[in-house]
Nanobody, 127 residues
């Protein structure tokens, strides 16, 4: 069974940093894309970033470019999201999931069609 478990969220002040982890089990990162998504209160879920294990390519939403960095440790089968210069609008529950490709379209498709998401990890940025 494929499982992705998020961790690393917390409360941080504006301008602070957090590193989220997405630990995978049940598959390897040989040919998968892993993405980070978030859902703020009262808002729709959105794709934040993803990384492809095939070629290491990455995607970032415009709202996080230059502040967030995604990376993977294939030996640990874990994907990380380093979040710097956090803003109150980054407050959300963050989820990881596996889109069919590391691209905005694929992440949008996953949001539309994935019915069951993990528990996520809450990031709260205070002003």
């Amino acid at each position: 069974e494929v499982q992705l478990v998020e961790s690393g969220g917390g409360l941080v002040q504006t301008g602070g940093s957090l590193r989220l982890s997405c630990a995978a089990s049940g598959f390897t990162f040989d040919d998968y894309a892993i993405g980070w998504f978030r859902q703020a209160p009262g808002k729709e879920r959105e794709g934040v970033s993803c990384i492809s294990s095939v070629d290491g390519s990455t995607y970032y939403a415009d709202s996080v470019k230059g502040r967030f960095t995604i990376s993977s440790d294939n030996a640990k089968v874990t994907v990380y999201l380093q979040m710097n210069s956090l803003k109150p609008e980054d407050t959300a529950v963050y989820y990881c999931a596996a889109p069919y490709a590391c691209a905005a379209q694929a992440m949008g498709d996953l949001i539309r069609y994935l019915e069951v998401w993990g528990q996520g990890t809450l990031v709260t940025v205070s002003s």
